[in-house]
């Protein structure tokens, strides 16, 4: 059995913790959803701070949400390639995914432009998020909330069971001419509610 002498072991070098997600992941276009001049077309946007209300510069956000009709979409991806030279194409303009996917900027801002989400079941139209950003060792799941049906919104039944301030982190607020203000804070004075799922 080899003894080591812990009291004069040299230090070793620290190592990075991954995942990088600013390699491969960010595609063009990823924060444009929404088929080019839709009339249902809403923008959402926002910064990820930290726990000390520092924006985050590197975080990547994931958006989900069904059409108006509240349906969830069939359309194939978002990242079209061109057959012969394997280029990227970007998004046909027509076709609804209901997917995109987003990397803040050096200020921890970041927006999509994506169809205004549909109510299906009991749940008030929501858009599905996840948070991929430094520190966390696995993503975190959110959901935005777009004001307009007060009735929808007090029904909802994840939003019922929050108190005030809680619901208050789920739900954007209006800003006009179909924009949205969704601040994430990853935990702190304010945090997001964030979801777990089993």
Aim: net charge negative; charged share 20%.
């Amino acid at each position: 059995m080899t003894r080591i002498d812990t009291d004069h072991a040299l230090p070793t070098p620290s190592h990075t913790v991954g995942p990088f997600y600013g390699y491969a992941l960010p595609f063009p276009g990823g924060e444009d959803i929404a088929p080019l001049g839709h009339p249902d077309t809403v923008t959402v946007h926002g910064h990820v701070y930290d726990g000390e209300g520092r924006p985050i510069p590197d975080a990547l956000l994931e958006v989900w949400g069904p059409d108006p009709g509240g349906n969830v979409p069939t359309a194939d991806g978002s990242m079209r390639r061109d057959p012969a030279s394997g280029g990227f194409l970007g998004r046909n303009g027509v076709e609804f995914t209901g997917f995109g996917r987003i990397q803040t900027d050096a200020d921890g801002h970041w927006y999509v432009r994506t169809l205004r989400p549909g109510a299906r079941g009991r749940s008030a139209p929501y858009l599905s998020v996840c948070v991929f950003a430094r520190g966390l060792l696995v993503h975190l799941f959110t959901r935005i909330y777009l004001p307009g049906d007060e009735a929808a919104l007090a029904a909802d039944p994840l939003l019922s069971r929050l108190d005030t301030g809680r619901r208050d982190t789920l739900v954007a607020g209006a800003e006009g001419a179909g924009t949205y203000r969704f601040d994430i804070r990853l935990q702190g004075e304010g945090e997001t509610v964030f979801l777990e799922f089993q």
